[in-house]
């Protein structure tokens, strides 16, 4: 089993809906009960701030300071993981206008949020995802690049820098006189990053391909597959891959530039999910089955990430037992604690939890305050 990486002190000082809040925790599973507005999700959310990214609403930062407060908000941790103990401190400053996320790591300021990955995964799973095989292939590639990030953290760096010089070529095609070699310059990186940002993700689904073929859940398996750049691209050298994108860059330039955006890259990728027992497309199958796939598709992404760590991540899923029956929320609590991670799971009602047991600690969330 893999080892474990929880939080044992969580603390908020004006986030959200909490002027402050705080919650002493042991290595079990967190569930957090109460009516809808009461601020569960907020308490998830904080967590996710625990990883590189803008959180799991992808939120504006300077929009999770509480109404009211004077200055930013703050989320400070203490934690086992996988580095040892630690300390994790993350909030924004603001100077006039100017509004900057801060991190500091056993008290000293970090360079970047990258340095979170080296001591804890956040995986999570909340309701505003259910529309995820039906809606933009936007929201998949982006779903995708967060599996990747959680065994390559330098993937987000890659994908950043993509966008980057990808603006910038776009301009320079707009402004209609340009530098050839400036251009060439720049397409240059697009191809080195672009290449290895679709091998990345094609890297990520066939490690969850083989781990579908050997695991059996009680939540359906999803059937993976890329397609919109590369499609052909396994097995062959990067470099060739490379010189193949960066002349497909050149000869798109004229239509690139009428268009005024770039028509081919990693940026118009797109995740295709099958039912693999149903042989049927995700975006086909009902609510509950697409539902109960992308459960199965998050575990499976636990999973591999402890095996490829060594460490379980710390899960969030929000309101993940609402649409269950007793019997498949028993099978799901099974999984997650047989993950060996820390869960922190939000819920109206507590009889849903129920068959956590002794596993879990509860807390009842009412109107910005937290009661264990």
Known sequence: MAQKAFLSRLKLTDFRNYAEAG???????????????????????????????????????????????????????????????????????????????????NGTPARSTEELSEHLNVIWLTPSMDGLFTGAASERRRFLDRLVLSI???????ASDFER????????LSEGRYDPAWVSAVEAQMAGLGVAMAAARLEMLGLLRRLAAVEETPFPSPALNLEGFLDDAADQPAAELEERYLAALQEGRHRDAAAGRTLEGPHRSDLLVRHREKDMDAGRCSTGEQKALLIGLILAHARLTANMTGFAPVLLLDEIAAHLDEGRRAALFDLVDGLGGQAFMTGTDRAMFSALAERAQFFSVEGGSIRG
Do not use: C, Q, W
């Open 23 to 105: 919650l002493s925790l042991d290595s079990r599973h967190v569930v957090l009960t109460g009516d809808n507005g009461a601020g569960k999700t907020n308490l998830l959310e904080a967590v996710s701030f625990l990883s590189p990214g803008r959180g799991l609403r992808r939120a504006v930062l300077p929009d999770v300071t509480r109404v009211g407060a004077s200055g930013g908000f703050s989320i400070f941790v203490d934690m086992e993981g996988m580095e040892g103990e630690v300390s994790l401190g993350t909030g924004i400053d603001t100077l006039g206008e100017t509004v900057s996320r801060k991190l500091r790591i």
């Open 152 to 158: 390559d953290p330098a993937h987000g760096r890659r």
């Open 165 to 172: 010089a990808m603006r910038s070529r776009n301009r320079l």
